[in-house]
């Protein structure tokens, strides 16, 4: 489909959204010689990948989303050489912090145990809950994240969907 643009130009394709799935869509459209306008809303791209100084100085805010796995493993971005263009993943010690009203925070750590060791009486829930789904998270994130198919490793993605239905 052909869509005038502002300028009066006219392109194959118009995404809206210039976020990691918009960008996504307009660089394999692009990658496939397609003519591609991207429209974003917002001042910056990246729609809820991105991160800014929100508070202090040199003190970065996710914008939108917390930590990013997905983003980071994903097989399309990993093609990309987005690091050349100025991307640094960061991986802190504590993902994210939930403030609770008592004054205390709920911290999500880099480890299923380290998030566990600070949860008290409801840590072993937590590792019993997340431990299936970060020890076969390659595994996972392959079948979640790649074309459409049979699993390949059914007993992985049933372990990860399971506790759903409780």
Do not use: K
């Amino acid at each position: 489909m052909t869509t005038p643009s502002h300028s009066g130009n006219r392109h194959d394709a118009v995404v809206i959204g210039a976020g990691p799935n918009g960008l996504a869509a307009a660089i394999a459209l692009a990658e496939a010689g397609r003519s591609v306008l991207v429209l974003e809303a917002a001042d910056t791209i990246g729609g809820g990948c991105r991160s800014a100084e929100l508070t202090l100085p040199g003190f970065l805010h996710d914008v939108c989303s917390a930590i990013h796995p997905l983003a980071a493993s994903s097989p399309f971005f990993r093609t990309l050489p987005l690091e050349s263009y100025g991307l640094s993943w960061v991986h802190p010690p504590v993902a994210l912090a939930h403030p609770l009203d008592d004054g205390t925070a709920a911290l999500l750590m880099q480890s299923v145990d380290d998030t566990a060791a600070t949860l008290g009486e409801d840590g072993r829930a937590w590792q019993r809950l997340f431990e299936p789904l970060v020890s076969d998270f390659d595994i996972l994130a392959a079948q979640l994240l790649g074309p459409f198919r049979i699993p390949r490793q059914p007993v992985a993605l049933a372990r990860f969907g399971l506790p759903a239905l409780w």
